[in-house]
């Protein structure tokens, strides 16, 4: 398998082309915006302000966005997303030409790119295994990681030509034309929905994204390792300019040539990235890491500009191995009913900690220099790494993305019904020697009734009767529930009639409790239909034991 096969694919090769030319404007931005920002006020907090309006909006629209992944077609979301970030572009190039624009102006279009940006990642990464088949995700998120350090290699010289010689307007008209090509590409799939098939409330499906996470443990391990990584690695980059001048008394050229050579060096690791997967496994992650923390310690001590551009080269390879493997596993690891969700916790635990570990870098920097703190940070990033190898993380071959048994037909009900919330009871009887292997059972279940929609769940017994054991979980609705059933893989499937067998009176007694509103009629589902559609579904999908028809609470 070549590490370029997903660009035979039409669609994901029209669509890497067109972000290869958006990427570049987006680095033609950002030269531009900060290089005018200190023409308009001299200040170092405004053109700071101006830096993190790329990715300030992403900390708090992280999770709004993934839900929005999910909830609408993700193909009309990025439309929506690029267009919004092409208008902006434009913005700031009209104001700009015609000398209209000023620094809260300047600011504040900057901040709807970044909303922009940040409503386009989560979609933008989910799409991904949509577009190729499962054994080339991988290939695909290395090759998403060259377009952009294509970008990084030439996009900033290029900028500081452009602003340069014809002025920051022209940069930032470079950058919305960008989008249009983007545009084009995802409006050309017409016909095809990606993602969108169960439309929820948006704070309840930020909240079962979150449950997702929380009761996926290892899921929960990525996210932990990116955030790990991203707080020791991102002083590397964030303290390069002044490494550059400290410790190796160079100008901005050297420290262009510096990130060039990571860039080469990513792109190098982009094209390696498979033969490396295939040679190390599991250990890829946690042996990058260790890697860039080696050659972070070097960037850090070293005096020489050549030597430090050879750390930089290796750093770029180790750092797109860490980053594309991770992506790939979690995108793999990820049912596609929540994976916008995923992918913006994701995004979330890497890029939201990275001003988090340049900030600390700084202030380490301030007090003991610069090359010292890269140094420090990086040994922490070493041992990390060290900490993984025996930890374990989940390798790339290793994840199976949750579908549904073979068997699993579920044809989707006309029938809306009100109601909630809803709590499922499931009472066993066991016999006292099947207790532990029950309760072990039960713990695994219970993982997978929360990941899949309940936000409570317990189990109980009998105090007239130990024999007795009853499950109870609650989900916010008669339709979160149904969609419950809709998320069971086969895993869980086998999970569940393991579980059932541990009855010895011929199955669980169940029973569910709907939640009414009293005061209006019009609110009260029709208990015939109600039943008849419930009993259906137990009957072609079995994922939850069927026995007493629902019963009704008032509340």
Known sequence: MSSIDPLRIERFRSLWLASVVSNVGSFLQAVAAG?????LTRSPFWVGLMAATATLPLLFLALPAGALA??????????????????????????????????PILLTLGLTLGIGLALNL????????????????????????VAFNVARAVGPALGGIIVATAGPDLAFLINGISFIGVVIVIASWRGTRFGGSTPDSLSNSIALGVRFAR???????????????AMTSAVVQSLLPNVTDESLDGDAFVYGLLLGAMGLGALLAAFTRGKMQTLLGRSMVPLSILGFGIVGIGVGLSTDTWITAVAM?????????????????????????????????YTLAFVGVLPIGSIVGGIVGDVFGAGNAVAALSAIGVLAGLVWMRVGVPGLGEVVTEEPPPEWELEPHDVELSGGPVMIANTWVIDESDLADFLDVMNRLRLVRLRTGAYRWRLYRNAGDAHRMTEMFILTSWQDHLRQHQRIDAEAADLIRMAVAFDKTGGPVNHHLVAVEVESESDRPEWDELVAVHRDMHERDGSIPIGEGPTVTKD
């Open 35 to 39: 290089w005018l920002m200190l023409e």
């Open 313 to 345: 080269f290796v750093a770029g390879v180790f750092w797109v191995w860490a980053l594309s493997t991770l992506n790939a596993t979690v995108q793999l690891m990820s049912p596609a009913w929540i994976r916008g969700r995923a992918m913006s916790l």
């Open 122 to 145: 989560p979609a933008w990464q989910a799409m991904v295994p949509d577009l190729v088949p499962r054994g080339l995700v991988a290939s695909a998120v290395a090759l998403n990681s």
């Open 70 to 103: 999910d909830m609408v077609d993700r193909r009309k979301l990025l439309l929506i997303s690029q267009s919004l970030m092409g208008f902006s572009a434009i913005g700031m190039a009209a104001l700009s030409y015609l000398d209209l624009i000023t620094a």
């Open 215 to 229: 009761f996926t443990p290892p899921f929960r391990r990525l996210m932990l390792v990116a955030a790990v990584f």
